[in-house]
């Protein structure tokens, strides 16, 4: 039997619909002991993570091993000064260090604050800063101990530094002083209601926010793997997803371990569709989900059969309807759209017992209470568009709703005026009780899977000698869902010309993420602006050559 029903409570229809979800969990749950070192002890030969990459290495771990390496990680972080409630930076992309690692973090009652490898040295100032960040574990790749180094220079702040796989100048290697380490560790007392998890996500304005997540988050992710990804007991699930964001949360570890499931790792830089589908059949994935952009590559390049692949789904962004039918005809697998955001789990879903519909959200998870309500927070009958919001149970308790923004009160009691928490985002639902994506109520760009705030673009495109005025706006993309484009008001001296534009667009690859990188800019004589000032994206949008 599955370790997740210990925690719950749930009804299924003749179909294996979910129709209600009540989670039940001690004041004291904790993943790392509760999940992962139960499922040790109960059957230690487990198979737990599969990991390979692309210079043909591989690892197997049972539950057995997660839980040894992880109490060896534990005594490693707590003799390096790490406790409850200590922030704890992880840039760890696809090794399988990061599940050790988290597993590791949280034992101590640490928050871990997963980041992507992407980020710059500018990047890591702002969180180390923000965060508070009192140790940071990191890939010897990409630059990034270097990266760190530069940021700890240019901030007041001080960090213990681990370093996997190789020796780095100015970090303890972490392998190593494991293999020292103890291979027990006691439970150390730790609550529910504790922040374990730090994720920092794009906004529209000013810099990225924090969101926290309590102990409780990894019980929500119960419906985002057993009822949306269909992930099952013994089977090998594979999310394509980076640990530096949250969609790993979703799909490489918390909800999947507790239905029983390996998670399947695939180590890579550059994205090969040959390659995905050559790991999914040789190791008999039976789960996978994906972001569109990836079913877009693998669709251009011709899906080859995959015979174990029993399920298939994505999210991030709009998914084109061409895409969704070509996969299907060459699989005969449909892919069930989700959605949710960084401060939630899934909140609505194509989901098991039901026919999925292309282009659909699906339905509300029975894990929460959603409506679709007006700008006055009136519901809003079938047919008209609202902004979809979460109204809360009499308990008040949501878990796998974030906690709060990391030092920021107001931002947070904004989110949830009225009692209920608003998303932001804007859908509508059909005659038949589907829901479907309308738009966003602010301007997050979703390029490739990923959310970009526009402030980060044009914070440094202002620094350009070239750059008088500018608006970062996303416009519809064949391969990514949406490209970055930056509409500018030329500086005096300088001409709205190929040279010009390459100048601009040199400069911001090299100060920016390769995911934030601009793809197109329009030169303009002037931005148009609301009465107060402020940059009418919409009007940008809706004239914007395409």
Not at 228 to 241: F, S
Not at 505 to 524: D, G, M, P, T
């Amino acid at each position: 039997m599955s370790i997740y029903k210990q925690f719950c409570h749930e009804i299924v229809d003749e179909n294996g619909a979910l129709q209600r979800i009540a989670l039940d969990y001690p004041d004291d749950f904790n993943f790392a002991y509760d999940v992962v070192d139960a499922i040790a002890q109960q059957t230690p030969d487990k198979r737990a993570l599969v990991w390979c990459n692309t210079e043909n290495k591989e690892h197997i771990f049972t539950f057995a091993d997660i839980s040894r390496l992880s109490n060896q990680a534990a005594n490693v972080f707590h003799s390096g000064g790490i406790g409850r409630g200590d922030r704890v930076m992880v840039v760890l992309k696809r090794h399988y260090e990061y599940w050790i690692t988290a597993i590791a973090l949280h034992k101590l009652g640490a928050v871990m604050i997963p980041a992507t490898h992407m980020l710059t040295a500018e990047d890591f100032v702002y969180r180390i800063n923000a965060a508070k960040a009192k140790a940071i574990v990191c890939t010897p790749q990409d630059e990034i101990p270097q990266k760190i180094l530069q940021a700890l220079k240019e901030t007041a702040h001080s960090c213990k530094l681990w370093c996997v796989q190789e020796q780095v100048e100015g970090f303890e290697t972490l392998n190593e002083a494991m293999c020292r380490a103890d291979e027990t560790f006691p439970r150390q007392p730790t609550l529910a209601t504790d922040p374990m998890l730090l994720y920092f996500t794009s906004g529209t304005t000013g810099q990225p926010k924090g969101v926290i997540h309590d102990f409780s988050y990894p019980l929500a992710h119960i419906v985002t793997a057993k009822y949306w990804q269909q992930a099952e007991e013994d089977g090998l699930h594979l999310t394509v997803a980076e640990t530096g964001w949250a969609k790993a949360s979703w799909g490489k570890l918390y909800g999947q371990w507790l239905v029983g499931c390996s998670v399947m790792v695939y180590d890579f830089d550059n994205f090969d569709p040959k390659q995905l589908t050559t790991i999914i059949n040789k190791y008999g994935v039976t789960s996978f989900c994906a972001p569109p952009t990836v079913y877009r590559y693998l669709v251009r390049k011709g899906v080859p059969a995959m015979p174990t692949l029993r399920h298939a789904t994505t999210a991030g962004e709009m998914l084109a309807p061409e895409v969704f039918r070509k996969f299907t005809e060459k699989t005969g697998i449909d892919l069930c759209e989700g959605y949710g955001q960084t401060e939630t789990v899934l909140l609505m879903g194509n989901l098991k017992g039901m026919q999925p519909v292309e282009g659909s959200m699906g339905v509300p998870s029975p894990l929460y209470r959603i409506e679709l309500r007006d700008k006055s927070g009136k519901p809003v009958p079938a047919g008209e568009i609202g902004e979809v919001v979460i109204i809360p149970p009499e308990t008040g308790r949501l878990p796998g709703v974030f906690c709060g923004y990391l030092d920021n009160e107001e931002q947070y009691r904004h989110v949830w005026r009225g009692g209920v928490y608003h998303t932001g985002d804007a859908a509508w639902q059909d005659e038949n009780g589907l829901f479907w994506f309308h738009g966003r109520f602010d301007d997050i760009i979703k390029t490739s899977g990923f959310r970009v705030g526009p402030y980060e673009i044009e914070h440094v495109l202002m620094e350009h000698p070239a750059v008088a005025e500018c608006s970062v706006i996303g416009v519809p993309d064949a391969l990514r869902g949406q490209a970055i484009k930056a509409v500018i008001v030329p500086a005096a001296g300088y001409q709205p010309c190929f040279q010009t534009e390459q100048e601009i667009k040199n400069y911001c690859s090299s100060h920016l993420a390769e995911y934030k990188w601009v793809r197109s800019i329009e030169f303009v004589n002037e931005l148009p602006k609301t009465i107060s000032g402020k940059v009418r994206r919409t009007l940008l949008k809706e004239n914007s050559p395409v």
